[in-house]
């Protein structure tokens, strides 16, 4: 065959018009597009952020404030509220569905979900017992430790290879938090020893977690693992409380406290679980990290307009290289350096829109960082009505 055969010709012949004529499509119409959820992602955030926030300060209020020191009691509560709602989630709604494709026997149930409930439930109870004894402000302190103590975990148990660099990284977390600690003015030894053991119990919790789910056919997301980890960790927590802290609770106890009080913080903290699923894929994890680093800061803020905490400039000093050093761990310097950057370009594009905006944005930013410096300044252990009261009498024999 020659070239001049090979020629398309298919272009150019004219197309047979006797049989019948398909529709065409109109190009200009525009195709249907796939749902989108009409929900910001910003509201799952903002929504995490407060529910996280809520159930902390919930928690101090009941066991410091109202006084109900039982803590294995309050916990074994919320464990137990979750068991339930999670049982009624699992039979009502297609929120626990992923769990059908968790090949969960009895086997895997007693080597892989009693151990990480175990440490679920030490956590927990560590964790609330530490309300008794330090500030919400200081407890958030400690908890930056979380990164060193995960990291420690993983290398221990093998999940992870050992490595100098990381390790010297998340060691400046532990110098911000040693500073941290050095400022602090109501400092007791058995709330912060409680604080660290349910830092390494947490630690231990994530990284059995961690191995467990590399396998495919344990996938679940944290509503899933707490239909499953929920009924062990109220079994376990029962059986502290029956013998610690049952014998000791009387019903004006319970009832001081109030019934929906506690069906609201029960609430609270189970839909904070929901949350955390909501959230699963809707935001980067560059904003994860900076919205954790930002509900710690409101949580210090919080315990000192709620309870009047006094955090001294050591500690915001302290706690300011421990939360940089958290960023730096999480998101690497190459993240970090294009994040900057983008943001930097973002910063001078809202000045040149809107200057007197951002004008305003410094001034509130520089008064709220001078509200905390100067707070942390100021002397302890002084009541200002003393002096107030002085005042009044100078005045009083001046007349």
């Not at 370009?345 to 709220?368: E, M, Y």
Request: charged share 15%; with cysteine; glycine share 8%.
């Amino acid at each position: 065959m020659g070239a001049e055969d090979k020629e398309r010709t298919s272009g150019d012949s004219p197309r047979d018009q006797s049989g019948p004529v398909l529709p065409t499509v109109n190009p200009e119409v525009e195709k249907p597009q796939s749902p989108q959820s009409s929900i910001h992602p910003a509201l799952y955030v903002a929504l995490w952020i407060s529910l996280s926030s809520s159930v902390i300060l919930f928690n101090k209020w009941i066991l410091s404030t109202l006084e109900f020191e039982y803590p294995v009691i309050l916990t074994t509560y919320h464990l137990t509220f979750a068991t339930i709602m999670t049982q009624i989630l699992a039979r009502y709604t297609t929120l626990l569905d992923g769990r059908k494709t968790v090949k969960m026997t009895g086997r895997v149930y007693l080597r892989a979900i009693v151990p990480i409930g175990f440490f679920f439930s030490l956590s927990l109870i560590c964790g609330n017992l530490t309300y008794l004894y330090l500030s919400v402000a200081f407890i958030q302190m400690l908890k930056a430790t979380m990164p060193v103590a995960v990291l420690l975990a993983s290398w221990t148990l093998g999940v992870s290879t050992p490595n100098l660099k990381v390790f010297l990284n998340v060691s400046i977390i532990v110098v911000g938090v040693i500073i941290a600690s050095l400022g602090e003015i109501k400092f007791v030894w058995i709330g912060v020893i409680y604080q660290i053991c349910g830092v390494v119990f947490e630690a231990l919790r994530l990284t059995m977690v961690q191995r467990l789910l590399s396998s495919a056919e344990y996938k679940m997301d944290p509503l899933v693992s707490l239909y499953y980890f929920a009924p062990v960790c109220a079994a376990m927590n029962f059986v502290v409380a029956l013998f610690w802290e049952v014998p000791k609770v009387t019903l004006d106890e319970v009832y001081h406290v109030g019934l929906f009080t506690l069906f609201l913080n029960g609430l609270c903290a189970f839909l904070l679980n929901v949350s955390v699923v909501l959230l699963i894929g809707k935001t980067s994890s560059l904003v994860l990290t900076l919205c954790g680093v930002l509900k710690d800061v409101m949580l210090v803020a919080a315990s000192m307009m709620i309870w009047g905490t006094q955090v001294t400039g050591l500690q915001f000093f302290g706690y300011s290289i421990a939360l940089g050093g958290m960023v730096y761990y999480k998101l690497g310097y190459e993240a970090l350096r294009g994040y900057a950057g983008e943001a930097g370009r973002q910063w001078a594009d809202f000045g040149n829109r809107k200057p007197i905006l951002r004008r305003l944005s410094v001034i509130t930013f520089v008064l709220f960082a001078l509200f905390f410096v100067l707070n942390g300044l100021a002397p302890a252990g002084i009541d200002p009505t003393d002096y107030i009261n002085e005042a009044k009498t100078k005045i009083g024999m001046r007349l």
